[in-house]
């Protein structure tokens, strides 16, 4: 027994990496699915860099704290929870005692940043009406409650539409509020410094707490300007704003210099889609010179790996001196690199994983780390030394000795007849073979496999299958040509680069059964799915999951839809409708012969649920072998966010399903 479906109950993760600026400390939080309140709990532990072998202590009990942040005095640790009903800031003291609350915004808050004295701290919080509402208990009509009071009351869940970007998948329907920054003191007491109808967000103070940096969106309704986000400086004395000379992308990860002259951010470009390259910048507060710190490296900033067990994580550019620090995605690594004036990028400490979130404190740095193996873990080093200590999460192969641990890949670089180069891994299970396979396909397509642990992956190799997944063209980790090179095209280059590593493993190892053939995708991956079953019959059974179907109806029912129409041209889907429909699956569904099993959420606004019944009524209308599941209350992440139990059921219809068809090893 290696890694059954259920153990993921067992499997915490580490995240959110912060040191504590007095004493020796490392908080972090721990997040772990919750078998019986079918939910991810998650609660802030500490680690003594006197003694990190012996491991780490919860701080707090959960079931829903993150985010810890301690203050710069080291007398309070603040984080995020969820106790009181939405998420809320809380503060735990250092030298003894319990946690209390210490913000009641109705709305709740999203995210913090202490002042430099201690005394305050500047949240960002959902504000409606331009006032902090304290938060209140909802509480049902009265029995002599007015008709007027009734029809507020029950109609109170009906949507009133009137534009264009108003829904987000995961976050729902888009109400009147706007992020707004509120200053809280230790007692208790708000300031609204931000009013209007534009979103501030990601608060950073100047060194003397006299300023604060923050990021701004534009009120935009109608997605006229989607994802350009610029930065601003807000004069706490003056009560003065000054819009920093930058230019019109999507910025994020404010970090400013410990001397106060410069800013780090990272930053994408809306026009191109994302398809382009995050990149890491700095710009000069006194000379409003800005700087690519990246540039010469033609990869993502940030960690763009995909996993269904995903740790919250914080990174944010880090400065050392003249030197900043943040991660960087290259060829299914994620490494903390060093990035050097003018634009000079050192990995530090490479290695074949991903580094997912991290902290520094003088020479020290504590790693959030996963491989192919590990879920998670924490690794300490030292600026100058290559000797690592690494903790692990808790998982049931290292807490219980009966159990092996998961199968670790193996790579090879497969080579697409235009010469293409794409990597490839596989994992095998036990016994000689010939095992069947299954292809893997990730969603995005602007993301990418790697050095980092996948749950479904293991599960299938222990029910005797062998996997088989690429980084095809339009995955992130490669360059900006390499992921732009499918915009508008699906299907094609894309399409031969995932078959070409199918039969690179296929040739590479003989024990690889071509005969038994099974593929499965998400999102992009589903799409994919869909594309090669109406595309040829090699395989044997296939699952899709809340997949790309029809492009033309999508392009109206996302959350996002319309913002793809550069993408075929100039002219919307209604108008042309051509390019939509030809890159769609469903116009090739007579083709499909191969099993398939359509997976769904119903709450999936990035596509949402009439995708897979598009492509479920059209097979059942031609008599070919379908099913579909469908899950209730979840939106598009459910394989990696949702409800625990869900996303069990979800892994025993995927191996049902292929075990039905390929008949697995022993």
């Known amino acids: 027994m290696k890694v059954p479906i259920e153990s993921l109950f067992g499997i915490a993760t580490w995240g959110q990496l912060v040191f504590d600026p007095m004493q020796p400390r490392l908080y972090f939080s721990e997040s772990r699915p919750d078998k019986k309140g079918n939910r991810t709990q998650s609660r802030i532990m500490m680690m003594d860099m006197t003694d990190p072998a012996a491991g780490a202590v919860p701080l707090t009990s959960g ?27 809380w503060r735990l003291p250092l030298f003894g005692g319990e946690p209390t609350q210490l913000t009641f915004i109705q709305g709740g808050v999203k995210g913090f940043s202490w002042a430099p004295d201690g005394q305050s701290l500047v949240v960002t919080a959902h504000i409606k009406d331009g006032s902090i509402t304290r938060e209140a208990p909802k509480s049902e009509p009265s029995s002599d409650a007015t008709d007027e009071e009734l029809d507020r009351y029950f109609n109170q869940d009906v949507r009133h539409i009137t534009h264009q970007y108003y829904k987000l998948d995961g976050e729902g329907f888009f109400d ?19 009013r209007g109808l534009d979103h501030y967000a990601d608060p950073v103070f100047s060194t003397d707490g006299a300023n604060i940096y923050c990021l701004h969106r534009a009120y935009d309704p109608e997605g006229a300007h989607p994802g350009i986000v610029h930065v601003e400086r807000l004069s706490l004395e003056s009560r003065e704003w000054t819009v920093l000379p930058l230019p019109d992308w999507s910025i994020g990860g404010l970090q400013l210099s410990p001397n106060g002259t410069h800013l780090a951010f990272y930053a994408t470009k809306p026009e191109d889609m994302g398809y382009g390259l995050t990149s890491l910048y700095s710009w000069d507060l006194v000379h409003n010179v800005l700087t690519d710190l990246s540039s010469q490296t033609n990869r993502c900033v940030g960690d763009e790996s995909s996993s269904d067990v995903p740790a919250n994580s914080t990174a944010k550019p880090a400065w050392r001196g003249a030197e900043v620090l943040m991660l960087l995605s290259d060829s299914g690594r994620v490494t903390l690199t060093a990035f050097g004036q003018p634009g000079n990028a050192t990995p530090l400490w490479d290695a074949q994983r991903v580094v997912y979130d991290f902290a520094i404190k003088g020479d020290l740095v504590a790693l959030a780390v996963s491989d192919p193996t590990h879920p998670s873990g924490i690794a300490l080093v030292e600026f100058g030394q290559t000797n690592e200590s690494i903790s692990w999460a808790p998982t049931p192969w290292s807490d219980n000795g009966s159990s092996k641990p998961p199968v670790a890949p193996e790579e090879i670089w497969a080579v697409e007849s235009d010469g293409t180069k794409v990597q490839t891994w596989c994992l095998q299970p036990e016994g000689p073979g010939p095992h069947p396979v299954i292809l893997e396909i990730h969603g995005g397509p602007m993301a990418m496999y790697g050095y980092r642990y996948f749950h479904e992956f293991q599960c299938l190799v222990e029910a005797g299958y062998a996997v088989v997944y690429t980084n095809p063209r339009g995955s992130q980790g490669y360059g900006h040509e390499f992921c732009s090179a499918i915009i508008g095209q699906w299907g094609d280059k894309d399409y031969r680069d995932v078959m070409a590593g199918l039969d690179a493993a296929l040739a590479k190892w003989p024990n690889l059964d071509a005969t038994r053939l099974g593929t499965a995708g998400g999102s992009y991956g589903g799409f994919m799915v869909n594309w090669i079953v109406s595309h040829n019959d090699r395989f044997k059974a296939a699952v899709t999951m809340r997949s790309v179907v029809n492009r033309f109806s999508a392009m109206g029912s996302s959350d996002m839809g319309w913002l793809r129409i550069p993408q075929y ?56 072998e379908v099913e579909m599941v469908l899950y209730p209350g979840e939106s598009h992440g459910m394989s990696r966010a949702g409800r625990p139990w869900h996303r069990i059921h979800r892994l025993h219809m995927i191996v049902d399903w292929f075990n039905r068809y390929l008949e697995p090893t022993e």
């Not at 005095?73 to 009903?85: E, I, N, Q, V, Y």
């Not at 920054?181 to 410094?193: A, K, R, W």
Request: aromatic residues 10%; without cysteine; charged residues 25%.
């Open 176 to 194: 009147d509020g706007r992020d707004q920054l509120v200053q809280v003191s230790l007692d208790g007491d708000t300031e609204l410094l931000t």
């Open 569 to 624: 041209g100039s002219k919307p889907w209604w108008e042309e409708p051509e390019p939509y429909w030809q890159q769609s699956p469903l116009k090739y569904a007579s083709n499909i012969h191969t099993p398939l099993l359509i997976e769904h959420q119903e709450q999936d606004f990035r596509l949402p649920i009439e995708q897979g019944e598009q492509l479920y009524s059209a097979l059942k209308y031609l008599g070919r």
């Open 63 to 89: 079931p829903s704290d993150q985010r810890p942040s301690p203050s710069p005095d080291g007398k309070w640790l603040a984080f995020l929870s969820r106790r009181s009903g939405s998420s809320q800031v």
